[in-house]
C-alpha cells in the first residue's frame, strides 16, 4: 500500500517574527490563504488518498493540524514531543506503517514547499512509487531539475540512468550547498540536481538501513511504534541527526545494503526556508520591493515590507535597498537581506533579552 507522510515539525525561527513558538510557519498562510500544510496536504491527496495520508509535527501543534486537516484520521498525526531532526521524524512514522504493512511504500514530503504545476508532481510521486514497487532496495529521493545556480540549496550528483525508467538515475553523492563558483559549474555540467529533501521508500527496507547505520534511533522508533505510550519517554533519547547524514549519504556510498535512486522532478520549486525565499512568491513592484500590507515606498528597491497588522499602520520606506521589514502586532523586524541567516541567532537574544512572549 502507498502511504504519505508530511513532515510538518520544524520550528520555522528564520521566518520570525511571522513563524512563532506557538504557530510555526507550515501552518501560516504564508502565500495566498492557505497554510503551506494544507497545500503539502492537497499536492499528494489526489494520489494515495486521504485514508493514506500522515503527519509527523511538534505534540503541540496537534491540534492546530487536526482542524487544518479534517479529512485525515486524528490517529495519523504523530505528535514528537520534541524534535530530534529529521531522521527521526522519518523513521517513527516508517516503522508504524512497517508494523502496519510489511509491504508499505512510504513517500516522505515537507510542508515547507511551493511547487507548480501540480500534476507534474504527482505523475513524478507515482513514478517514484513504480520504481520502489520494482526495486525493493530501493531509497529514492527527488531532484528537481535546476534552473539557476543556487547557493541556498544542496545538491545531487546525479549518475547512470536506471533501466526501465525514464528519468531515474543512480545518487553518485550528496553534495552541500556550494558557493555561487561551484554552483555555476554545477548549472553548466547538467549533472546535478537540486537536493528536494523528499523521499520514496519500502519502509521495511529504510528500517533495514536505520538499524545497520543509525541502531540507536532504530531501537527507539521500533519501541515507540510498538508501545506508542512509551514515545514522551524514549523519543527525546534520539540522537539529532538530520536522514540526509544518517541513511541516504552513507548509503549512497556504499553503505548499508541498499542504493539511492533520483527522480527527475522538472518543475518550479521554492524551499520557503527564509524571507528572501518567500519574497520570491509575493506580489513585486517595478522596483523589485515586494511584500503584503500598507506599505508605501519612495525611491527603495529590492526590499521585502511584510505588514501584518490589522490596526491602520501603515509601513513607509524611502532610499532603502536590499532590506527586509516585517511587522506584526506585537514585533517589527528591520534585517538586510544578507544578514537573514542570522534570524536565529537574533531569536536567541530576544527571547534572553525580552522574553520568551516575544518568541
Known amino acids: 500500500m502507498r502511504h504519505v ?9 528564520r521566518l520570525w517574527p511571522l513563524s512563532r513558538k506557538g504557530m510555526p510557519k507550515q501552518l501560516l498562510p504564508l502565500v495566498g490563504d492557505k497554510s503551506l500544510l494544507r497545500l503539502a496536504y492537497e499536492r499528494v491527496e489526489p494520489v494515495v488518498g486521504a485514508d493514506h495520508v ?7 501543534y496537534r491540534d492546530v493540524v487536526e482542524s487544518e486537516l479534517p479529512e485525515i484520521d486524528p490517529a495519523h498525526i504523530l505528535g514528537e514531543p520534541i ?9 517513527w512514522p516508517s516503522a508504524v506503517l512497517a508494523g502496519q504493512d510489511p509491504e508499505a511504500s512510504v513517500a516522505v514530503v515537507t510542508a515547507d514547499q511551493i511547487m507548480r504545476p501540480l500534476e507534474t508532481f504527482r505523475e ?13 532496495e530501493a531509497l529514492v529521493t527527488f531532484g528537481v531539475v535546476p ?5 541556498g540549496y544542496g545538491y545531487l550528483h546525479r549518475g547512470d540512468e536506471i533501466e526501465g525508467f525514464d528519468d531515474v538515475t543512480s545518487v553518485l553523492e550528496f553534495r552541500e550547498k556550494p558557493d555561487r563558483v561551484t554552483a555555476e559549474q554545477y548549472l553548466t555540467s547538467g549533472d546535478y540536481w537540486w537536493n528536494s529533501g523528499m523521499f520514496v521508500w519500502r519502509a521495511r527496507t529504510f528500517l533495514d538501513q536505520l538499524q545497520v547505520l543509525a541502531p540507536e534511533s532504530y531501537d ?31 548509503v549512497s556510498r ?32 517595478a522596483d523589485g520591493n515586494a511584500g503584503e500590507g500598507s506599505v508605501v515606498h519612495l525611491d527603495s528597491h529590492d526590499t521585502l515590507v511584510i505588514n501584518r497588522t490589522d490596526d491602520g499602520h501603515l509601513v513607509a520606506t524611502v532610499g532603502v535597498s536590499d532590506m527586509v521589514v516585517v511587522r506584526t502586532a506585537d514585533v517589527t523586524l528591520v534585517c538586510p537581506k544578507g544578514d537573514t541567516e542570522r534570524i ?16
Not at 507522510?5 to 525561527?13: D, L, P, Q, R
Not at 500522515?54 to 503541540?60: D, F, N, P
Not at 534552473?147 to 547557493?151: E, F, I, N, Q, V
Open 5 to 13: 507522510v508530511i513532515v510538518a515539525g520544524g520550528s520555522g525561527t
Open 147 to 151: 534552473t539557476s545556480a543556487h547557493t
Open 220 to 250: 527507539i522508533v521500533t519501541a515507540i511504534a510498538a508501545d506508542p505510550s512509551r514515545v514522551e519517554e524514549l523519543f527525546p533519547k534520539a540522537p539529532k541527526i538530520s536522514v540526509d547524514y544518517a541513511i541516504m549519504e552513507p
Open 124 to 136: 513524478r510521486l507515482a513514478l517514484a512509487y513504480d520504481v520502489v514497487e520494482a526495486q525493493p
Open 254 to 285: 556504499g553503505e548499508g545494503s541498499a542504493r539511492v535512486l533520483a527522480v527527475a522532478l522538472p518543475i518550479q520549486w521554492y524551499d520557503i526556508g527564509g524571507f528572501p525565499a518567500l519574497a520570491e512568491q509575493l506580489p513585486h513592484d
Open 344 to 359: 536565529k541567532q537574533l531569536v536567541a537574544a530576544v527571547r534572553e533579552q525580552a522574553g520568551e512572549a516575544f518568541v
Open 83 to 91: 524534535g530530534r531532526d529529521s531522521l527521526n521524524a522519518v523513521a
Open 54 to 60: 500522515w503527519v509527523c509535527t511538534g505534540a503541540s
